[in-house]
């Protein structure tokens, strides 16, 4: 086979978009994908959304590619170890090692489970087991008011379930939004019947019939962690893989690893004013797996840098915050044609300044203009 050999590890979102990107781009060499969770691709957001509903979306439903007919060879478990070898890395973890001239770590993330039986929600089969568990009338105790613990104290409450959210920290969804957003999915909980215990440790002598916990993910390095033959690499405060633009992995001595790219949850890139755009959500996935692609193909990157974005569906209404908010400063509210945003501005003018970050509530015509306003242009390659 001509081309190159490109070893991909994790068949998520990032997996499925680096082998996609990679064809799409006329990479004809060999690829392998190593899927630790052996089913097709499918995608995270709706296990939370539609928890009660279809909750396996395969992304290959979504035109994100088809892992069957791309070309490229499965290796249905985790790949166990990665080190450097001549021209290029050896991967463990199937019958004999796998050669690549070029790997790209796609491992994601994983939840934070830590609370004594406590279900978390992060796989197709973690959702099934909730499933089955939240039934109309069930006590349901979550740990966490971030996106997806608010997500599922939600969809709990819409099939019936008592549901109680305890948060430690003095805020819903503080990680995002400060405080900013409290009233707002206060009179939503209020309204759904959920109870809310914020500023509280989980802590109670009622004893739930399913108790999640919905406390953050962490990028998964296991694999990183278990290969003590690479270079140290470079981690953000995050605990991801530091990037570049291009998906390069760095060592902590501030060099590029030769071959070694990783894409999605599991990286962090810095971008080249030295600012950092942190992982984690869906859709920064899908630009980095292109520009990643882009450097290993040397085709042309996508022109522009997208800014973060996190969606949700809650409480019968449609989310979307693009951009970052940058500290406690009030955002401004306007209502729209079916729903409201609250805008978050730098300066100090009444008439308003640049825009930072927007939430849209059920307002997908302002949401898509934000979006356009707070992309960045790239320039060449
Ligand atoms: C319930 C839920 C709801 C979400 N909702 C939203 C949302 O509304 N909006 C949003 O922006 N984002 C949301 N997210 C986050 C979004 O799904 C992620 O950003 C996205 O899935 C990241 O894709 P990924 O491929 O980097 O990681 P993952 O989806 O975690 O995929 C990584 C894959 O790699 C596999 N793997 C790990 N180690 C190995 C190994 N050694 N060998 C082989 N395979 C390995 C894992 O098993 C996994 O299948 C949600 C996530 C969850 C869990």
Not at 14 to 39: F, K, N, Q, Y
Request: charged share 20%; aromatic share 6%.
């Amino acid at each position: 086979m001509e081309g190159m050999a490109v070893g991909i590890i994790g068949a998520g979102l990032a997996g499925l978009r680096m082998a996609a990107e990679l064809r799409e781009r006329g990479e004809s060499g060999a690829i392998t994908v190593w899927d630790a969770e052996g089913r097709a691709p499918y995608d995270r957001p709706p296990l939370s959304k539609e928890l009660f509903g279809q909750f396996i979306h395969p992304l290959s439903a979504d035109g994100l590619g088809d892992i069957a007919e791309l070309g490229v060879a499965v290796v249905p478990r985790a790949a166990s170890a990665i080190r450097p070898a001549e021209g290029g890395w050896r991967v463990d973890g199937a019958d004999s090692p796998v050669f690549v001239e070029h790997l790209v770590i796609a491992t994601g993330a994983a939840p934070r489970a830590t609370i004594p039986g406590a279900r978390v929600l992060y796989t197709a089969d973690d959702a099934a087991v909730l499933r089955e568990l939240i039934v109309p009338g069930a006590k349901v105790h979550i740990v966490g008011a971030g996106w997806i613990g608010t997500e599922i104290a939600s969809a709990a409450a819409g099939r019936g379930a008592a549901v109680e959210v305890w948060e430690a920290t003095a805020h819903i969804l503080e990680r995002t939004f400060h405080g900013a957003v409290d009233s707002l999915w206060k009179e939503w909980f209020a309204a759904a019947g959920v109870a809310l215990h914020l500023g509280e440790m989980y802590e109670t002598t009622d004893r739930p019939d399913v108790l999640v916990q919905a406390t953050g993910a962490r990028p998964n390095l296991t694999l990183v962690t278990a290969s003590p033959d690479i270079p140290a690499c470079e981690l953000s405060a995050r605990g991801a893989l530091v990037t570049d633009l291009h998906g390069r992995v760095y060592t902590t001595a501030g060099h590029p690893i030769a071959g070694l790219y990783a894409v999605g949850d599991c990286a962090d890139v810095r971008l080249p004013d030295g600012s950092m755009m942190v992982g984690g959500h869906w859709t920064g996935v899908l630009g980095n797996t292109a520009r990643a692609a882009a450097a290993l193909t040397g085709t042309q990157r996508p022109r522009f840098l997208d800014p973060p974005e996190v969606f949700s569906t809650q409480f019968g209404h449609e989310i979307a915050l693009v951009g970052v908010i940058p500290d406690i400063r009030e955002p401004r509210r306007a209502d729209t044609q079916a729903g409201f945003t609250l805008r978050w501005e730098s300066g100090q003018q009444e008439s308003g300044g640049t825009l930072q970050a927007l939430l849209a509530v059920d307002s997908p015509r302002e949401l898509s203009r934000a979006r356009r306003e707070l992309r960045r242009a790239l320039g060449a390659n």
